[in-house]
């Protein structure tokens, strides 16, 4: 079972990105995705979850209102849209399925992406 979070990149600040997460030999569908980052010198926080149906999501303040995440069924895939990028966010993204959200009975961890806001 292999997740693999893709997307990131440099981004100047107030820019966006989005971020995907696709599972190989896996069914995403089956759970709750989680986005977690881990900032230079910090521990791994939990960001962002959508439930498995995909009708019930959850933010953190630090990014509520700028990300958005969305899971394409069809797809087997699950994408995190960040707008108003600031310094702040620069951090490894990874994501993560779990039975439910938030964060709740994490199984898989995905390779993370990097994301870098800087101008």
């Known amino acids: 079972v292999q997740l693999q979070a893709s997307g990131g990149g440099l981004v100047q600040p107030g820019g966006s990105l989005r971020l995907s997460c696709a599972g190989s030999a896996f069914n995403l569908n089956d759970w709750a995705v989680n986005w977690f980052r881990q900032a230079p010198g910090k521990e791994r926080e939990g960001i962002s979850c959508?439930?498995?149906?995909?009708?019930?999501?959850r933010y953190e303040l630090a990014v509520e209102g700028r990300f958005t995440i969305s899971r394409d069924r069809d797809r087997n895939t699950a994408h995190l849209q960040m707008n108003d990028l600031k310094p702040e966010d620069t951090a490894v993204y990874y994501c993560?399925?779990?039975?439910?959200?938030?964060?709740?009975?994490?199984?898989?961890w995905g390779k993370g992406t990097l994301v870098t806001v800087s101008s």
């Open positions: 959508i439930s498995v149906s995909g009708d019930s999501t």
């Open positions: 993560a399925t779990g039975f439910m959200c938030p964060y709740v009975g994490i199984n898989n």
